[in-house]
């Protein structure tokens, strides 16, 4: 589970509004792009609420929401869950008073909070110090002795201020997503929980509407394996490129297209009503278990059309 922490002192600066708005605009990219790994999951925590920032002084947020292409931005981010103050994120009845983050000297409550609890900082790049995907803050802890001092540290945060920054940090965001996947997966004891949660547990892949009949026929015990499977799919699309795959992705499990002689039976409806060709597949247990779908290379995902007993069986 992403949890992001805006740098506030990112957005006290006394750039001109058109460096401001562009950097506002790189860094909500940054926050999205996380959340395309892990739509359910990402949490991005404020000092104020998102609506009343401040950008830069004498900047407020509604400047940047007029500038073009701007309105498209701002309401995907206002879909993400969105918490303020900082926090919010700590456990309850936690303060964490006895320790201050400083960056260049000034104190740092965002991307402080960021590194108590293993999260990301973001920030909007108007400077050059906040253009990085790691930043090193100083770390100052107040010791529990009778003379009262004080233990500083270097200590380094991750950090995203543009969707370069976040590439470097996806196998984090992934095994993070992986492991709250697998808990829900686990939980799950219907086809149609299983296809209520898909856009949630599997932002990656598509299904056709018509898929939905064979989700919600599913037996408890094809529930799990088939989740199973489809967070292997997702993962095998998240990390591919069909310049360098243009077949297929690396698979995760034993996937192939079907033999010549039975895709005459993997014909199915797609959404704009035409019949199309659903030969990839992949098993699942208890056997005959089976998933067709068909790969979209410009779209760089694939599409479920069935799911349910081996075809023809």
Known sequence: MPQLFLNEKSCESKADPERVNRAMTEMVRAVLAVAREDRAGTRLFSREPVNALQLAQGHAIGKWIGTPGARDLWVRLLQMQTKWPHREAFPEGETHSDVEYRHDGQSVEGLGSAHLTGGLGVSLPVEPCWDADRLTLVREELLDDEDGGSALTDVEVEHAARREHVATH??????????????????????????????????????????????????????????????????????WNPDRQPIAPQWRSYVRTEFEARRRLCWFTDDDGENRLFDWHCDFLPSPGRMHFRLLHEERTLRIAYVGRKLGK
């Open 170 to 239: 996806l196998s984090w965001i992934r095994r993070g997503a992986d492991s709250v996947r697998q808990k829900a997966v686990e939980g799950l004891r219907s086809g149609t929980e299983l296809w209520s949660l898909k856009a949630e547990l599997f932002p990656h892949l598509q299904f056709t509407r018509l898929a939905e009949q064979y989700f919600v026929e599913l037996p408890e015990v094809w529930v799990q394996p088939v989740g199973e499977r489809l967070g292997e799919l997702q993962d095998a699309v998240s990390d």
